[in-house]
């Protein structure tokens, strides 16, 4: 019984080896068989590209690549790019021009290479599963900097906004006498409003309990209600 024992052990490490071995070698292949052999610098398999991670040149992860688009005669029209994905949920689909990814020798394996950030990319236009483009949606990585470059300004602007109406709420807070009134827009919740009056969304009981007749549910606020906003002392 000892014998058989011992046996059956050393059977199952020697098949754990070779499942080792296998996945190695499987792993190894996968980088190795991505271009085709022969002399053909530029032409690469599909079935190596699909499911290999993009990096841009600071190594920073951009996606995976899942999917190629051909035409009929056989020309791959874009190449779909998965960024975002979180164990495969969530994330977009973007249509990438094939010429922007470079395919990168990396000791014995490839590496694909784009010229972006995963910012610029968070801003790029996508597709979904039922509505895929006949091209390319992204052609050139200075449309994504300068979309990129669009959305920060945007952004800068709607904080400047911000900062511009808190700063007239705190003048009429402190000047005068005659009590501050904002009327509720579609979207708007008592925090939104607390943060632009006193720039703390903290403070939104403050805006609650100085309109409790009109507000049936502060969680729920009704478009056009005119709300009076107290003083940040009160």
Known sequence: MIF?????????ESQQQRADNQTTHQSQESDQSLRITGSYPNIYKATGIIGKEVKN????????????????????????????????????????SWDL???SP??????????????????????????????????DTSSLKEQQQ????????????????????????????????VTVQEGDTLADIAHHAYGDAN????????NKDKIKDPRDLLVGTKLTIPSSNE
Do not use: C
């Open 4 to 12: 058989s024992s011992a046996a059956l052990l050393a059977d199952e």
């Open 57 to 96: 040149k600071q190594n920073k992860k951009l996606g995976k690549i899942s999917d190629l688009v051909i035409d009929k005669s056989g020309q791959v029209r874009y190449a779909v790019l998965s960024h975002g994905e979180t164990l495969g949920v969530g994330g977009k689909k973007l249509a990438i």
């Open 101 to 103: 990814i470079q395919v």
């Open 106 to 139: 990396e000791e014995e394996s490839y590496t694909l290479v784009m010229d972006a950030t995963p910012e610029e990319l968070a801003n790029a236009p996508s597709f979904n599963k039922d509505n895929w483009p006949a091209n390319a949606q992204v052609t």
């Open 150 to 181: 669009s959305s920060t300004a945007g952004s800068q602007s709607t904080d400047q906004q911000s900062t511009n109406e808190r700063s007239q709420f705190q003048q009429q807070d402190n000047g005068s006498s005659t009590p501050k009134t």
């Open 203 to 210: 403070k939104w009981r403050l805006i609650y309990n100085a």
